[in-house]
């Protein structure tokens, strides 16, 4: 039996195990794998245009019936600057050269657009059962209008003021993002990393400070983890990483190799992919450019200059400009099929807590 069942409650899956949305790792696929394994099954929404997050949501509802959650970014958009995207470019400007590309040849600009009224219509016609969001929430107004459509609403918090604010704020369930994380660091009231908690030393703060259920994330990637989660108080788990193997994701076979050869010290956090602090496999750019530079452009303007170098790399095999992002538990990352992985750490938690009950 699960020690809480406010989240089992809550979103009316089997298990209180939500897979992490992983923008650019995975789609509609690995929702589904998930959603019949017994978990929460969620749709990172940051990358795509509101009619693919439509399509992806109806192929979603075509074989399963489970609950599904819509994942947004909300950062505030800050404009290009052409001075500062210069300036990185004559920064990257020797990969450039390297790999034989023009450097003066137009660039699409990266997209990541925050959650807006035409994402908004798509939720209040799709009608998920639960939005999440990363990067604090939405502006008021929008917020009311994906409530009101029905959706229960999480997002990251990555140190206790900022879970205090999603309490009072508007949101339903908090997730406590520890440091040990795959990809953005949700953060949103502060931007100093090095002052992020690790999950073991946030979870249980966040707990005490919010009357809300607390989902952790971070580093938990097998039974022990999920019942240590459920020890400090968080009444669910939310899984990236241990995902990111399953046959059903949609990480490139080179990115593949990259995870199944991780250690424990294998990740850091960077800005210079996006221009945000991220976690992920150190790739070459990161540990000759970063993994932290002053010169990388506001998200998520940093990962515009390095698109061409990532697609020059990627023809010859090399992940070297490509976002590997995961986290500090990438080791225990298993190649399993993801239904069957969800039914393995639901039963693996279960059996670790009775053993230690008993
Ligand atoms: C490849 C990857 C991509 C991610 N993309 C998103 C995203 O689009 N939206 C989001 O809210 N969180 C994203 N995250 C962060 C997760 O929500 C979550 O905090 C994290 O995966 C939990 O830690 P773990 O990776 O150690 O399990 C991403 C994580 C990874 C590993």
């Given at each position: 039996m699960w020690p809480d069942r406010r989240i089992i409650d809550l979103f009316k899956t089997e298990f209180p195990i939500v897979l992490a949305p992983m923008a650019g790792a995975m789609d509609a696929e690995l929702v589904i794998a998930v959603a019949q394994g017994g978990a929460l099954g969620s749709l990172p929404c940051a990358l795509l245009p509101a009619e693919k997050a439509r399509e992806q949501i109806n192929i979603i509802r075509q074989r399963v019936t489970a609950p599904v959650n819509m994942n947004f970014f909300c950062h505030t958009p800050v404009e290009a600057d052409a001075a500062r995207e210069a300036g990185w470019k004559a920064r990257l400007s020797t990969y450039y050269k390297e790999h034989g590309i023009d450097s003066a040849a137009p660039i699409n600009a990266a997209n990541r657009a925050p959650f807006d009224a035409a994402m908004c219509e798509v939720v209040e016609e799709l009608k998920p059962e639960i939005v999440s969001f990363h990067f604090g929430l939405p502006d008021p107004a929008l917020l009311r209008r994906v409530k009101a459509a029905g959706a229960i609403v999480m997002s990251s918090a990555t140190i206790v003021k900022e879970a205090i604010w999603l309490e009072e704020n508007g949101a339903d369930v908090i997730i406590a993002q520890g440091a040990e994380a795959g990809g953005h660091r949700g953060m949103f009231l502060t931007d100093n990393i090095a002052e992020q908690p690790g999950t073991f030393a946030l979870v249980p703060q966040v707990v005490d400070a919010v009357k809300l259920p607390v989902i952790a994330a971070g580093g938990i990637a097998d039974g022990r983890g999920i019942a240590a989660a459920f020890a400090l108080g968080a009444a669910g788990v939310q899984i990236g990483t241990a995902y990111l193997?399953?046959?059903?994701?949609?990480?490139?076979a080179p990115a593949r190799v990259a995870l199944a050869q991780a250690k424990d010290d294998t990740t850091v956090i960077t800005n210079v992919m996006t221009g945000r602090p991220a976690r992920g496999v150190g790739n070459r750019v990161m540990r000759e450019v970063g993994p932290i530079s002053p010169d990388a452009p506001a998200f998520p303007h940093a990962a515009t200059a390095l698109a061409p170098l990532k697609a020059a790399a990627e023809k010859l095999g090399k992940v070297d400009f490509t976002n590997l992002w995961a986290g500090q538990a990438v080791r225990m990352g298993r190649e399993m099929p993801a239904a069957e992985l969800t039914r393995a750490l639901a039963g693996a938690a279960l059996a670790r807590m009775s053993k230690l009950a008993g």
């Open positions: 193997r399953c046959p059903e994701s949609k990480v490139s």
